[in-house]
């Protein structure tokens, strides 16, 4: 297994860095947003990812991915304005570490930048490398445009 590394575009974000970070370290807010149409999406945009049975907390999620498994996401570092990082755990065949950093611009505006270290084997990589370097920046430019509150 290898370490691999993606880092998304930087996005602006239309609110208030404090903000941000608040909806963001809260994976019930999440699950709202997915709920309401998101996982849809996905399925059409890449059949092959069925995701199902996604349930939230405040510090966690777990959804099936048929094919996959289980997979489970859990917040393990808030630091508090900046830095939100969350682990995987569960059953997929990588484990990942993915940090969501934000830098206020001005009172009004956060920029945004994904990192996500994915452990997978070589093969993982050959099949879900490219997928993954498209699917941070996608991730980043969903999260740019939810309705922060």
């Not at 309401?36 to 399925?43: D, F, M, P, R, V």
């Not at 069925?50 to 939230?56: L, Y």
């Not at 993954?132 to 991730?139: D, K, V």
Request: contains cysteine; positive net charge; glycine residues 4%.
């Amino acid at each position: 297994m290898a370490l691999n590394k993606y880092v998304s575009e930087v996005k602006v974000i239309e609110h208030n860095q404090q903000v941000v970070f608040n909806y963001l370290s809260n994976f019930e807010n999440l699950s709202t947003y997915l709920n309401s149409g998101l996982i849809e999406k996905i399925t059409e945009k890449v059949p092959q990812i069925k995701i199902t049975d996604f349930e939230s907390d405040r510090d966690s999620c777990k959804f099936n991915i048929t094919g996959l498994g289980l997979a489970e996401i859990k917040i393990v570092n808030r630091e508090p304005f900046k830095t939100i990082k969350v682990k995987s755990s569960g059953g997929l065949p990588l484990s990942f570490t993915f940090w969501i950093q934000l830098m206020p611009v001005n009172e009004y505006k956060t920029k945004m930048r994904l990192t996500l270290h994915a452990e997978m084997s070589m093969m993982i990589k050959m099949m879900a490398g490219s997928k993954l370097e498209e699917g941070i920046n996608q991730l980043a430019d969903t999260l740019s445009k939810l309705p922060y509150q």
